[in-house]
């Protein structure tokens, strides 16, 4: 690691705030706005964090699944998941940024897979992977 990358590390450790629960807590009940840029334009939406009883259930792959049928299996969980994020907040804040079902369902995916990693909290991970 060169001095700079130290640098910037350790004042990203000092600038770093905690969390307390009751705002964790708040999370789940407040509509949050996010926008991304998409083929030059900005796409806004907003989301609802889930509490456990809101998770989409599922029934578990059997142990003789293949790798082509867990990343199915993991494909839907994330995006009923993202999806129940987006419906929660379009019922507590029906005149935001709302995208419907069937609007949804015809985004591009590429989109879709932006969207769903900006709620999810994954864009930096993205970025790094697919960095050269």
Same mark, same amino acid.
């Given at each position: ?51 456990? #009883? ?40 029906? #005149? ?9 369902e ?23 992977n697919?960095?050269?």
């Amino acid at each position: 690691m060169t001095e700079t990358e130290e640098t910037k590390e350790k004042e990203e450790i000092e600038t770093t705030e905690e969390w307390t629960l009751a705002d964790l807590i708040a999370l789940t009940d407040e509509v949050q706005e996010a926008e991304i840029k998409f083929r030059g334009k900005l796409f806004k939406f907003h989301f609802c964090e889930l509490v456990e #009883k809101e998770e989409p259930k599922f029934t578990p792959l059997p142990d003789t699944a293949t790798e082509d049928q867990k990343m199915a299996y993991y494909t839907e969980i994330g995006g009923k998941r993202v999806w129940k994020m987006l419906d929660k907040a379009n019922e507590k804040d029906p #005149k935001g940024n709302c995208l419907s079902k069937p609007e949804w369902e015809l985004l591009p995916t590429t989109l879709r897979y932006q969207i769903a990693n900006e709620i999810m909290g994954t864009t930096e991970e993205v970025k790094e992977n697919f960095t050269l």
